[in-house]
């Protein structure tokens, strides 16, 4: 018996909620306290289980990690290991971005192939010819990434994508390589320039950053510093999502309304009214039932991959048809069979979905394949008649700190039910 949620329909969400760090971003700053001996520390963490499996994998390469609200220390050893092993790793995905800093601090690294949501194939050969580029040899082992140089050197490399992972891991091995390195195709993420700043206060030497190319001057050594995460702009965009669906009217704070910019136009094209706090937070506000809208999923400054599942459950209940376009994670349409039994008029076709808005969604028992899937099913019980019971909920866990708290207190009624199930995916 694992936990669910019942969702209970016909909220109307208004108030203030309030976003702490980005998931996608401290996990790789904490991979990132490994380029430097001491500690390092990390403010505004958010609370939720990927960071403590984060710390476990920290302490198999033998780091200390205290985790003390929202504050995570890491303290690097001057005698790192360069196996990273621990079964977290076969947890969650970022564990993979240990890979660049260890190649770049020790010229050595056995990584255990990583785990994460089931969203679609996730290949490592952009970080793997990234690594080789700059002078190591890399290969899978026995389930295991192995990667070893005599020494790091700068290098030119142009990434086939922009993918968030690979630019992550290149750019940590690079700081620490002799000689210039210059990443072009780079992903321009929010969390991207959040790495480099933090990797700039070390000591590195990076400009360009949250532009598609990085320039990075090798140096010799990294101290250990304090840094604050941005804000998760994916969390603050689900409570975006959530007023418009609930015709609510919700104020965010602690997220830069810079980076979700594209977000709230294809809102205000869906008939919210939005209101921007520079650098502060934004207000959403849905007078009308919401008009369809057309949403592309692409790399940053593109609509984001995580947010695919609230564009089709903002379109199940719009008034129009919409054709939701999924160009990153193409296993993340598995969410609308989902979405199907709480009545949605939704089909997909490869890498295309149709989506024709219903007056009314239709409560039923619903389960969550990923954190995002989870967290737009909840969205969609609170439109739907009756009470959804959205199933494994311990990947909404993953990655929303206080979720049902949250939105409770925004006027929805939703109750945790049971005993807390499997720790993570
Ligand atoms: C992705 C998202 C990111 C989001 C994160 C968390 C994009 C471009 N990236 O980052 O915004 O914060 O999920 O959910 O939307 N790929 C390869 N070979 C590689 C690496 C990646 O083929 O070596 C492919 C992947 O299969 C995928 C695409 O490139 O189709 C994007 O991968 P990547 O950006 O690395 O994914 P994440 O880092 O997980």
Not at 92 to 119: E, H, M, Y
Not at 370 to 383: E, F, K, M, N, Y
Request: charged letters at 20%; proline letters at 4%.
């Amino acid at each position: 018996m694992s936990e669910h949620f019942d969702v209970h329909g016909g909220a109307r969400l208004t108030g203030e909620v309030e976003v702490v760090g980005a998931k996608n971003s401290v996990l790789k700053l904490m991979a990132a306290a490994l380029l430097a001996e001491g500690t390092t520390t990390i403010t505004n963490c958010p609370r939720i289980l990927d960071v403590p499996l984060m710390a476990d994998v920290l302490r198999s390469v033998g780091c200390h990690v205290e985790i003390d609200d929202d504050v995570v220390r890491i303290t690097t050893p001057a005698e790192l290991s360069h196996e990273a092993s621990s079964s977290a790793m076969s947890k969650l995905r970022a564990s993979v971005c240990v890979l660049g800093p260890l190649v770049g601090k020790l010229k050595k690294a056995v990584v255990a192939l990583p785990g994460g949501d089931a969203i679609g194939s996730r290949p490592l050969d952009m970080h793997q010819n990234g690594l080789r580029k700059l002078g190591a040899t890399s290969a899978i082992e026995h389930g295991c990434v192995v990667a070893e140089a005599d020494g790091l050197h700068g290098a030119q490399i142009w990434l086939d994508f922009p993918s968030v992972g690979a630019t992550e891991n290149i750019l940590m091995a690079a700081v620490l390589a002799e000689g210039t390195t210059v990443i072009d195709n780079a992903a321009r993420e929010p969390e991207i320039a959040d790495i480099a700043a933090m990797l700039g206060e070390m000591g590195a030497k990076i400009s360009g950053a949250g532009t598609s190319t990085l320039t990075v001057e090798g140096v010799a050594e990294l101290k250990p510093t304090e840094h604050r995460v941005i804000g998760d702009r994916i969390v603050g965009a689900t409570w975006a999502f959530a007023a418009a669906m609930t015709r609510g009217d919700v104020t965010v704070t602690g997220v830069d309304p810079h980076h979700l910019e594209l977000v709230l136009e294809k809102l205000r094209l869906a008939g919210a009214e939005v209101t921007t706090y520079d650098g502060k937070g934004f207000r959403v506000r849905q007078p009308e039932r919401p008009e369809s809208v057309d949403f592309v999923t692409l790399p940053y400054p593109g609509f984001a991959t995580d947010l695919q599942p609230f564009a089709v459950a903002l379109s199940s209940v719009s008034n129009g048809t919409s054709m939701i376009t999924e160009n990153v994670y193409e296993a993340r349409f598995r969410f609308i069979e989902e979405m199907v039994r709480l009545g949605a008029d939704a089909r997909t076709d490869g890498h295309h979905a149709v989506v024709r808005g219903v007056g009314a969604l239709s409560s039923a028992p619903v389960w969550a394949s990923d954190i995002r899937a989870g967290a737009g099913l909840v969205l969609a019980g609170l439109c739907a008649d009756g009470v959804t019971e959205v199933w494994d909920v311990f990947h909404i866990d993953r990655g929303y700190p206080h979720f049902v708290e949250n939105l409770n207190r925004l006027g929805a009624r939703i109750d945790r039910v049971g005993t807390p199930g499997p720790e993570s995916d």
